[in-house]
């Protein structure tokens, strides 16, 4: 289903949100009910970089291993 693009090994924390961002490296921002304190709303850190070319049509996403992964986006489906 899903296949491996890049292995990065990052290790998660609990209450971040892990994902790639627009520049193709892996991110991180405070989950709404994550232990946030007041006035961290919005902060995204960059992690590691992965430099990940996108491709349309894809989701790109940090799997379970810490590396980042892509799936075809299910498009137009009756």
Do not use: C, P
Request: aromatic share 8%.
């Amino acid at each position: 289903m899903a296949q491996k693009v890049t292995k990065v090994g990052v290790k998660k924390e609990k209450g971040y949100l892990y994902f790639v961002d627009k520049a193709g490296d892996v991110s991180r921002a405070v989950m709404a009910r994550g232990g946030r304190k007041k006035g961290q709303k919005g902060k995204k850190e960059k992690v590691a970089k992965a430099g990940v070319k996108k491709e349309s049509g894809y989701l790109y996403f940090v799997d379970k291993q810490g590396d980042v992964s892509r799936a075809k986006m299910a498009r137009g489906r009756k």
